[in-house]
């Protein structure tokens, strides 16, 4: 085992990070990850930034109750970047640690990411108002749309859950 900062290989901070693992790790599956993940998780940011944005303008003037629903977007953000970055930042603490790794570990994690990013697909459209349904949606299109809007959030946390248990059950 050896002392990642005594090589000069460590990282420091989430940009850091994804460089770090996508040098580390020999499953190609993963370095796939964590180019969609990087790209993904930037454009989401700037969503999320300019929806802020966006209602902070919109809310000027606005009582204090009105303006509350700023705080809950900083937690929907949380709930989609974390578990869009935690394999990167799992397999990277894991191989700058010098656990013994295999390209498995690194390659069930980049499937429990890319799993994610399909049930945030899935989330969105159980959640899509009647009104802007598609007519020929398909077989799976038309169930997802018959679920209950609530049920949009269901897909999301157990895809995120499941990243976290791929983790644990592998160490």
């Known amino acids: 085992m050896t002392d990642a900062a005594t090589t000069g290989d460590d990282y420091s901070g989430l940009l850091g990070a994804f460089r770090y693992s996508f040098r580390a790790s020999d499953s190609r599956t993963f370095r796939l990850y964590v180019l969609v993940s ?3 998780g930037f454009l989401f940011a700037l ?13 000027l003037g606005h009582s204090a109750f009105d303006t ?7 937690v929907v953000a949380l709930f989609v970047l974390g578990p869009l970055f935690a394999p990167v930042l ?4 894991r191989h700058r640690r010098g ?6 570990y690194d390659t069930l994690l980049a499937l429990g990411g890319f799993l ?3 049930s945030l697909y899935a989330g969105l459209i159980i959640t899509v108002p009647p009104e802007y349904q598609s007519a ?26 499941l ?4 983790h644990r059950a592998a160490r």
């Open 90 to 93: 799992f397999v990277a603490r």
């Open 116 to 118: 994610f990013l399909g």
């Open 136 to 161: 020929n949606a398909g077989a799976i299109g038309s169930f997802l749309y018959s679920l209950p809007q609530l049920f949009g959030l269901v897909p999301p946390l157990v895809s995120g859950l």
């Open 163 to 166: 990243i976290f248990v791929l």
């Open 38 to 40: 990087f790209v993904l």
């Open 99 to 104: 656990e013994a790794t295999v390209s498995t």
């Open 47 to 59: 969503i999320f930034l300019f929806a802020l944005i966006f209602w902070f303008v919109e809310t």
């Open 68 to 74: 509350s629903s700023n705080a809950f977007l900083g």
